[in-house]
């Protein structure tokens, strides 16, 4: 059996053409089906599974299958930390190009050097690992990325010096009001395979009429910038503040976030049920709001760029696990969008508790416990309070319901109703915590004057919120 | 997944190598101390940006750190486990003594980088920084450390001088922009020797012997005086790095210390300005070092020469034999099945400590080929090779019994 892991998002659709071209038709794959494991008209011997596009370099690495279609700048991704991994770029499928760019907030300066010049150069990208990559080629004094979930482009000039961002062409990047410095790469989807299946098991079927369709040319690889001299000396930059900062969800919070706006009787100008600008309008002097992945709230209040954010417990709880010393704290459950955060295993194992769970895999002699999660700190401090010994934490991007049982054993994951659960015969055995939608903001954050009186104003309209929220 | 519980890289140091390893640090400490140096030592973990700076660490070394958010990493600035110790020494120095004043320093301590496969990747060094204005005499005074702490080993190590500034004004002078220079000079230091005749292509009057001067190795002074004839028109910005280098050689030569000098040296490590030495025994690299005269400003301090070394304490062990000198261990073996026994067997352990002899107290399934004791309730009977078993009431009489033995 050839197992394909294949993107979801943008990219299902060109390479459902890509695929179809070559033969190779994957039932209900170009169509959008909900499912996460699809066969391939007349051919037994394929084993298709459906991947947020970031975890697929990481399936192909682990050997959990044997060839992937995706981006090549996941792949690099994955490389700028690993570059060990055995992962081959096999051919390009000429479909889904774009480039990486770091690039530069207009007040910053459009050069590398005047960014090395910060006192600390933040950058913030959903590339991490190659924003480091390119933070230290570049020999940047003092750096700090910040890793966010995506509209990384949103966050200068406020919330940070510089980005890594995909984008067409530098034309788009001066298009979100950014300066390119450097293009990191070339990318376009491409077929990538297990270097141990390459070496060991018969893929020509579906290797040699990709190939076919491919593009020719060598792998693209990362271009690092040169470094930059640096003599020691930092610009000073003063960064009084005298509103008050606000983050708000985008996302499937967004509805739960404007019901309690709603409630505490504010209302935000581009920012309702239907519609989400990046910097609604407060209505209210001295209070900018912004709108954030709630995913990256936490530590943006961690550095104070926001006084007050709405997120999710989880969210919350995921940056604790991973920085317990955090300053950032719950302010108010506002009692929505409430989902339990549970322990999954398959409905197959003859297991109800976590440590009966753990009895039967060990008795089944499993060396390592695989544990996949959107959630990695989280999910790294159960496996550790819950003495799992030996095991992976796997970071999954998305579609995680179809990790179990063939690719982890246990999945730590939201359940609302159990009804999503129950379709894809999964269940929970132990219950993390219950998340709900709630404020948060530094431990003793030190406002005075008129931004104190704002923060103080919005805290008790969001109580009020979360009353009524809790008393319905 | 390996089938060792040890991760891939580090390793036990077992007790005859442990023993090994303290016989070069006691070395090294006696050695760096007469010099009158005093030891430090600084964390494992540091601030990653203290080795990112352009003329810190090589991008080779900076892409093997362990680097890593922290517990409260939560502003996105990573740490780093400690992969170089000059750079942090030379940080100590930045935050703690007047800038300019001469401090000797030296430690013995771990580095760690990211190693392919098995190979090692935590390495033990004992070295010196010396900070402070004293070129030339400093970097002699390195050499003479360096060599008379590995010959206290029993070992003769040879030494190789070079100055990085040689090579990097030849690239210079051939128009290679800094990236280039720093690609050029890792393919010539990986034996791409070939390279350094396109380098001379591009330097007009360089002549054929390019290659030749540069990848040979040459004795003292003589060698220096010709690589500067050859060369020195055509690349004048070697002339500074051949003085400071003929400076070192001269007087090393004087005092009788045996060297040659060696163009293509250095590697990894962008922060050396001035001369650099290694240290070899039977063909094997100890250990090495140099001036890093640019490295303190780029750490937070004011600029201030300095130079320092590092031996390699894993690579030493490997080539010292195991010491002969074992002292004899007193076995002390309870009675076996007397509760009291165990009581008179620790009484006579804390006697014979006071008198600074040494013993074991025996396992269950211990047997000892040298002295041996038996302690009961009842007193103690002492064995000695070859003699009958004595008996005797106390502790004291036991350490008695063995001081007129020669033990």
């Known amino acids: 059996m050839i197992k394909i892991a294949l993107p979801a998002g943008d990219l299902r659709s060109p390479v459902a053409d890509v695929l179809i071209g070559c033969g190779l038709h994957v039932e209900g794959y170009g169509e959008g089906s909900r499912s996460y494991r699809l066969a391939v008209r007349g051919r037994d011997d394929l084993a298709v599974r459906v991947f947020r596009e970031r975890d697929i370099p990481i399936q192909i690495a682990l050997g959990n299958y044997d060839l992937g279609i995706c981006s090549l700048s996941w792949v690099k991704e994955m490389q700028a930390l690993f570059p060990d991994q055995p992962i081959v770029p096999v051919c390009d499928l000429g479909v889904g190009a774009f480039a990486l760019y770091a690039a530069s907030s207009t007040t910053a300066g459009g050069r590398l050097q005047d960014i090395a010049g910060l006192p600390t150069v933040r950058i913030a990208s959903d590339y991490p690992n190659l924003a480091e990559t390119f933070a230290m080629a570049a020999r940047l004094p003092r750096y700090r990325v910040q890793s966010v979930w995506g509209a990384a482009e949103a966050y200068p000039p406020e919330d940070a010096d510089a980005v890594v961002i995909a984008a067409a062409n530098e034309a788009a990047v001066r298009a979100h009001g950014l300066l390119p410095l450097h293009c990191l790469l070339r990318s376009s989807a491409w077929l990538i395979a297990n270097a141990e299946s390459l070496r060991r098991k018969q893929l020509s079927s579906v290797i040699a009429p990709l190939m076919a369709a491919s593009q020719p040319g060598s792998t693209p690889h990362v271009l690092l910038p040169a470094p930059v001299q640096s003599n020691g000396a930092r610009r000073e930059v003063t960064a009084e503040r005298n509103v008050v900062r606000m983050a708000i969800p985008d996302g499937h919070q967004q509805r739960h976030v404007v019901g309690a706006l709603s409630d505490a009787g504010l209302q935000f100008s581009g920012y309702d049920d239907a519609t989400c600008v990046r910097r609604p309008g407060s209505g209210i002097d001295g209070l900018d709001v912004k709108v954030v992945r709630p995913h990256d709230m936490p530590q943006l209040v961690a550095l104070g760029q926001f006084d007050i954010a709405i997120t999710g417990r989880d969210c919350l709880f995921e940056h604790l696990h991973r920085f317990p010393s955090s300053p950032v704290q719950e302010l108010v459950d506002l009692q929505r969008g409430q989902y339990n955060l549970s322990a999954v295993v398959t409905e197959d194992l003859p297991a109800d508790t976590i440590e009966d769970a753990l009895a039967y895999w060990r008795g089944q002699g499993k060396a390592s416990i695989r544990v996949a999660s959107e959630f990695m700190g989280t999910a790294d401090y159960y496996a550790r309070s819950r003495h799992l010994w030996r095991y992976q934490v796997m970071p999954i991007a998305g579609a995680s319901e179809g990790f179990v049982p063939e690719d982890a054993e246990l999945l730590i994951e939201g359940t609302e109703t159990g009804k999503t659960l129950k379709e894809n015969r999964l269940k929970p055995i132990d219950l993390l915590y219950r998340s709900t939608t709630c404020a948060i903001g530094r431990k003793a954050a030190a406002l005075d004057g008129p931004r104190k009186a704002v923060f103080d104003h919005l805290l008790a309209a969001l109580q009020r919120a979360g009353e009524a929220s809790g008393a319905v | ?407």
């Not at chain 2, 000797?104 to 190979?119: C, H, I, P, S």
């Not at chain 2, 390279?195 to 390019?210: H, K, M, P, T």
């Open chain 2, 1 to 407: 997944m390996s089938d060792s519980m040890r991760p891939p890289g580090m390793r036990d140091w077992l007790p005859a190598e442990m023993a090994r390893f303290r016989r070069i640090e006691h070395a090294f400490r006696d050695v760096c101390l007469g010099w009158g140096y005093d030891e430090v030592r600084t964390p494992t973990i540091e601030h990653l940006h203290l080795f990112t700076s352009a003329g810190t660490l090589s991008p080779q070394m900076l892409g093997r750190v362990y680097s890593f958010l922290d517990w409260d990493g939560w502003t996105g600035e990573r740490v780093v486990l400690r992969p170089d110790s000059t750079i942090p020494v030379a940080r100590l120095y930045a935050e703690n003594e007047t800038p300019g004043a001469v401090r000797k320093l030296f430690y013995v301590q771990n580095v760690l980088r990211f190693a392919q496969g098995d190979e090692s990747r935590e390495d033990w060094q004992c070295g010196v920084e010396l900070i402070g204005d004293t070129q030339p005499m400093g970097d002699i005074e390195l050499v003479l450390i360096a060599g008379e702490a590995v010959q206290r080993l029993g070992l003769d190590a040879t030494v190789k001088l070079s100055a990085p500034g040689i090579l990097r004004a030849v690239l210079s002078r051939a128009g290679y922009d800094l990236p280039e220079q720093l690609a050029l000079y890792d393919r010539i230091l990986e034996g791409e020797l070939s390279v350094l005749d396109e380098v001379a292509g591009r330097i007009s009057g360089a002549g054929a012997s390019v290659r030749s001067l540069l990848s040979m190795e040459g004795d003292g002074v003589a060698y220096l005086d010709n690589l500067l004839s050859a060369l020195g028109s055509a690349v004048p910005g070697i002339e500074r790095a051949v003085a400071d280098l003929r400076a070192v050689s001269e007087t090393l030569a004087e005092v009788g210390r045996k060297h040659t000098i060696a163009p293509l040296l250095v590697r990894n490590f962008e922060y050396y300005t001035g001369p650099v030495f290694h240290f070899y025994v039977d063909g094997v690299k100890v250990g090495g070092g140099g001036r890093y005269d640019a490295l303190l400003g780029l750490v937070g301090g004011t600029d201030v020469p300095a130079s320092g070394f590092a031996l390699e304490m894993e690579v030493i062990a490997s080539v010292i034999g195991d010491s002969v000198e074992q002292g004899t261990a007193v076995l002390i073996r309870p009675e076996a099945g007397e509760r009291a026994a165990m009581a008179a067997a620790f009484s006579l352990a804390s006697e014979l400590r006071s008198a600074g002899l040494t013993f074991r107290i025996a396992g269950k399934a211990e047997s000892g080929g040298g002295p041996e004791i038996v302690a009961s309730a009842a007193g103690f009977t002492l064995r000695l090779n070859g003699s009958a078993p004595k008996h005797l009431a106390r502790p004291a009489d036991v350490v008695s019994a063995l001081s007129d033995a020669g033990l």
